[in-house]
């Protein structure tokens, strides 16, 4: 008799965004409405077991968490490790099949399949396994078709679908994420630059981006450091938790290290880097009574900033069986700046994004060293506001308050009536910047020995003795001699001769000879 299957089907595509939303939108229908709960399918007879994880297992039958109407619809910028969602499974007989939606589209492609941690390859040569990068045209996938009759291609969606039979449900892959435009070229390419990045999110959400400044903030971006070279900042970042859209757009200005203006629904882009003064501020330009002027004291400022990321530890490991397995795995880990000698606190960065220690501390340098600058002022000016941008510096003269060619750069310019700008500064320094390049610590880098690494044994001088008994017998004997070695945690020396009249094995103590330069003769 036939065993039915059980089933899930694919979710309902609905244009133009299919069955997910962006993460930056707010679903506001009750959960009952807009989710699809969880459905059974039948998978692999025992014995064969499936480990299911984040799934309940219940004889024959697992019970999935499939994407749901209304889910956020992920992006996936740069390189990273990403985790899917399952939008559609099936039973081939053989095999529990899925289909893993990981980004919108087109991303550059998947790089390796990852289970457990362990690198499998795309797992497309013997076709059970089939990838697609989320172009408009992509077909759909065959081995779904085959399985429901009819399927759909999914466009614009980056997708896996995976025949899994003996292992677990932890899948994830490597991923080089969406292509991007770039105005600077006027293509779309796979690129990791923040700003092409940041400035994607923004378009899709029906902004227009000025192309001139956009580019100067993704050439920023793209600065060569040091030697051997590194770009200034790159990201590398899955999203797909609901935030809003402000919190994005934040993220990614934190990652691209760039101010945004936004003018009649234009955004402009401007780097936060060191720069000329293009203007003066004098007590002419300020509105009387409106001029106010703040000070952290020192108890207020971080003595130190650290920074996680996200580090990219791709090793090969040896199994059980002595096998070498291609093994990946993302690391979170902390950069900071040296601790300063006055009183304060500690300023936590979290950048996932951020997948080096350089970039991180970098960030933690700049975050350090502003905050140390952090004298601000903030005023009314009359229509002159209009002729400056966030990022200028200028230099701010007001007697009253001690301020004499003070250089500030602008953070924050915006109307407030007709013909009233509130403006605001904060201190500028060239030396908040940094250029440089870190290297990690060493954490294995230690002055103890290591226990489980002995050293090479010592090797013996034979040397071939005659001797004779009382019973005037005369023998040849070999004399074994051999210097201690030095290593704290030597137990005991072992010696084995093997001859034609079997094996001869002794043990020596070595407590004479822990600081080594000892003679032992046997």
Same mark, same amino acid.
């Given at each position: 008799?036939a065993t ?12 133009p ?8 939108v ?6 009952v409405?807009?989710?699809?709960p ?10 064969i077991k499936?480990k ?9 039958t697992?019970q999935?968490s ?26 081939s007989?053989s095999y ?5 939606l ?7 492609g ?13 797992g ?15 077909a759909a996938?065959?081995i779904m078709?085959?399985?429901?009759g009819s ?11 995976v ?10 892959a490597?991923v080089?994420?969406?292509k ?7 293509t ?13 999110i ?5 902004? !227009?981006?000025? $192309?001139? *400044?956009?580019?100067?903030?993704a050439d920023?971006c793209d600065? #060569? =450091?040091g030697? /051997?070279?590194q ?8 999203i ?22 936004i003018?009649?629904?234009t ?5 936060d880097a060191p ?12 509105i009387?009574g409106?001029?106010r002027?703040s ?5 207020d ?16 490991i ?13 690391e !979170?880990?902390? $950069?900071? *700046?040296?601790t300063?000698?006055?009183p304060?606190?500690?300023? #936590? =960065?979290?950048? /996932? ?7 991180a501390?970098r ?10 600058n952090d004298l ?6 009359f ?6 941008t966030v ?11 001690g ?7 602008l953070?924050?310019n915006?109307a ?7 403006r ?8 908040n ?13 230690t ?7 002995p ?5 013996p *001088?034979?040397t071939?003795?005659?001797y004779t008994?009382?019973d ?8 074994i001699q051999?210097?201690?070695?030095s ?8 010696l084995t ?16 000879s822990?600081?080594g ?6």
């Amino acid at each position: 008799m036939a065993t039915k299957k059980n089933t899930f089907e694919p979710l309902p595509v609905t244009p133009p965004d299919g069955p997910l939303v962006k993460p930056w939108v707010q679903v506001t229908q009750p959960p009952v409405q807009t989710v699809t709960p969880p459905v059974k399918t039948t998978i692999i007879p025992d014995p064969i077991k499936l480990k299911v994880t984040g799934a309940k297992k219940v004889g024959n039958t697992i019970q999935l968490s499939a994407a749901k109407t209304g889910d956020p619809e992920s992006y996936i910028f740069g390189r990273c490790i990403a985790t899917p969602r399952i939008i559609a499974g099936d039973d081939s007989g053989s095999y529990l099949v899925l289909d893993l939606l990981w980004s919108v589209g087109e991303i550059e492609g998947v790089e390796y399949m990852v289970y457990s941690n362990k690198n499998l390859g795309l797992g497309t040569s013997l076709g059970h396994n089939e990838h697609y990068s989320g172009t408009a045209g992509q077909a759909a996938s065959p081995i779904m078709t085959a399985l429901k009759g009819s399927y759909s291609a999914y466009a614009n969606k980056a997708h896996s679908v995976v025949s899994i039979r003996a292992a677990g449900l932890d899948i994830k892959a490597m991923v080089k994420g969406l292509k991007l435009y770039d105005p600077r070229t006027a293509t779309t390419v796979y690129s990791t630059n923040p700003a092409l990045c940041l400035g994607r999110i923004l378009t899709d959400c029906g902004y !227009t981006m000025d $192309a001139t *400044t956009w580019g100067d903030a993704a050439d920023y971006c793209d600065e #060569s =450091l040091g030697s /051997p070279t590194q770009k200034r900042w790159e990201v590398g970042l899955q999203i797909s938790d609901r935030q809003s859209l402000s919190y994005w757009v934040q993220t990614f200005a934190v990652y691209c290290n760039c101010f945004l203006e936004i003018i009649g629904g234009t955004v402009y882009m401007v780097p936060d880097a060191p720069r000329a003064s293009n203007h003066t501020v004098t007590t002419a330009d300020i509105i009387e009574g409106t001029f106010r002027m703040s000070l952290s004291g020192s108890n207020d400022v971080p003595a130190r900033v650290t920074a996680s990321y996200t580090a990219i530890v791709e090793s090969t490991i040896v199994d059980e069986f002595g096998l070498s397995n291609p093994y990946v795995t993302a690391e !979170t880990r902390t $950069a900071e *700046t040296a601790t300063s000698s006055s009183p304060g606190t500690t300023t #936590s =960065l979290s950048l /996932p994004g951020v997948q080096d220690y350089s970039r991180a501390r970098r960030y933690a340098v700049q975050t350090y060293n502003k905050a140390h600058n952090d004298l601000e002022i903030e005023f009314q000016s009359f229509d002159a506001g209009i002729n400056r941008t966030v990022g200028d510096v200028g230099t701010v003269t007001n007697a009253q308050f001690g301020l004499s060619a003070q250089a500030m750069a602008l953070v924050e310019n915006r109307a407030i009536g007709r013909g009233r700008w509130q403006r605001r500064y904060r201190q500028y320094s060239a030396s908040n910047y940094s250029d440089a390049l870190f290297t990690e610590p060493d954490i294995n880098t230690t002055f103890l020995r290591d226990p489980n690494s002995p050293p090479q044994g010592p090797t013996p *001088t034979l040397t071939e003795e005659l001797y004779t008994n009382v019973d005037g017998v005369t023998y040849s004997r070999i004399k074994i001699q051999f210097i201690g070695i030095s290593w704290a945690y030597l137990q005991e020396y072992r010696l084995t001769i093997t001859g034609d009249d079997g094996l001869y094995s002794e043990t020596i103590d070595p407590r004479s000879s822990l600081g080594g330069g000892v003679t032992h003769t046997n």
